[in-house]
Structure formats: C-alpha cells, structure tokens
C-alpha cells in the first residue's frame, strides 16, 4: 500500500516549517505499513498522481505568484480532484488561495482557485499566536500569523476558536472541511500537536484509494501531553485577561 504526497509551491509557500506536516502523515503511514512517496512541485511543473494535495502559507508576493499559476494552468486539475473527493490541506496562504477572491486593502478583488466555498478579505493588523480550536476529531492546538480574514460560503468548519481568532476573529469559526479537503490557519506544524487529524487525513486518502483503511493507535502519550500543557497554559492565560 502507498500514498502519494504532492507538495504544492515547496519553494514558494513553505512558512513555519509547514512541510513538517507532510513528514509527519509519512511517519505515521509508514508506521502502519503504507509507504509514502513526496513529490515537491512547484511552477511550470506538472502534479501527476496524488493522493494528498499540499499547500503551505507565505508571503503576499509568493501567494500571488503561486496563485497565477494555478488560475493558468491548474483550476480544473485541481478542483476535478477535490470534488472526486481528491484529500488535501490548505493551509493559511494556500488556504486564502483556493478560495474564491482575496479583496485586497482598497477592495480589490484578486481571483483565487475557487476550489474552496470561501473568500478572504484584508483586515486590519495581524492575528498572531497560539489558537486552540474544538474540533469533532480532536481540540487543536496551533500557531496562526496572518492579516487576511476568511468567511466561509459553504462546507462546515474545522473547528470552533477556543482561544485565538481563526477565520475572522468574529464568527469563532476556523478553517475549513469541504469534501476531503481541510484547509486552516494554522501553522504548527499542525499535525505534530494533533495526531487525530494527521490519521483523519491519511485514513481519508487510504479509504479513496483502497476503499477500507484499519489505521491501528500509535504511543502519542507525549504529543498529547504537551499539548494538554499548552492547553492549559492558553487557557489560564485567557482567564487572567
Ligand atoms: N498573506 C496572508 C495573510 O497575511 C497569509 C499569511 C501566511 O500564510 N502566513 O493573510
């Protein structure tokens, strides 16, 4: 048994060690006995198979680089893969950029993938630091650092903000599931704190694949306590405000 991983924009989207997530989905795969295969992809390239579709974050002008490649050459690759239930993590920038537009500081609006149900708008100063998120998997824990505000149009969310601002700092949503696709605010790396959601994602790309997925339980004892410590600590933090 194998997955494929293409990672997105390596060299363009790549902030607060998001490619940490994929080595840890291969970690955990092929501690189950399914081998994982990177392929790093980026301009001008093409995607080939994939079983999980990655994006990280960036800066503005690498966003907006990767962002025009994708309107050139890849919208109907990828939004075919998504809605055939195709598993992917989108995460900050290249979650703002399979949405429908960004609206920039003066209204602007800049086109995104439209593979996801929603649109981002620039706000006002940054939302920047930990982010604890109740989900149906698991409570998540991490970091988010970006101006832009997300609103979804449709899909349900990855969670309610227990601490922190997520998608808008208004609605207590953060990020996003549509079909097998999440994307989200949060850095992390993500999957290193949350365990549920790196096996919620291969066991997605396995059950495509192969049709069944038995993932047996990993020893996680010392992620989870350190992110109940990090838990804790927000939340005290929160009380003392
Ligand atoms: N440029 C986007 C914003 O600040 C995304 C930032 C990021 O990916 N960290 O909203």
């Known amino acids: 048994m194998e997955l494929e991983i293409v990672h997105l924009y390596h060299d363009l989207l790549n902030t607060y060690g998001d490619d940490g997530n994929i080595k840890l989905i291969k970690m955990r795969a092929e501690k189950r006995g399914i081998n994982v295969n990177i392929k790093k992809v980026s301009v001008g390239d093409s995607i080939g198979n994939t079983d999980i579709l990655f994006l990280g974050g960036g800066q503005e002008y690498e966003q907006t680089l990767a962002c025009e490649d994708i309107l050139k050459s890849r919208v109907d690759f990828i939004k075919g893969y998504t809605e055939d239930g195709g598993v992917g993590l989108f995460i900050c920038g290249?979650?703002?950029?399979?949405?429908?537009?960004y609206a920039d500081a003066s209204g602007k609006k800049v086109k995104g993938a439209s593979v996801l149900p929603?649109?981002?708008?620039?706000?006002e100063g940054r939302f920047t630091g930990n982010i604890i998120v109740r989900s149906s998997l698991e409570t998540l824990v991490g970091f988010e650092n970006h101006s832009g505000r997300t609103f979804?149009?449709?899909?349900e969310a990855l969670g309610e903000v227990l601490f922190?601002?997520?998608?808008?700092?208004?609605?207590k949503t953060e990020g996003?599931?549509?079909k097998n696709a999440v994307g989200t605010y949060m850095h992390g790396?993500?999957?290193?704190?949350n365990p549920a959601l790196c096996d919620d994602l291969i066991r997605r790309a396995m059950i495509r694949k192969y049709g069944s997925c038995i993932l047996e339980p990993l020893e996680d004892e010392y992620e989870l306590l350190a992110k109940q410590d990090m838990i804790k600590k927000l939340l005290k933090e929160d009380a003392l405000k």
């Open 94 to 101: 290249g979650y703002q950029l399979m949405g429908e537009f």
């Open 176 to 178: 996003i599931i549509y």
């Open 152 to 155: 979804l149009d449709g899909g």
């Open 118 to 123: 929603i649109h981002s708008e620039a706000g």
């Open 189 to 193: 790396p993500l999957l290193s704190k």
């Open 164 to 171: 922190g601002n997520g998608n808008n700092g208004k609605d």
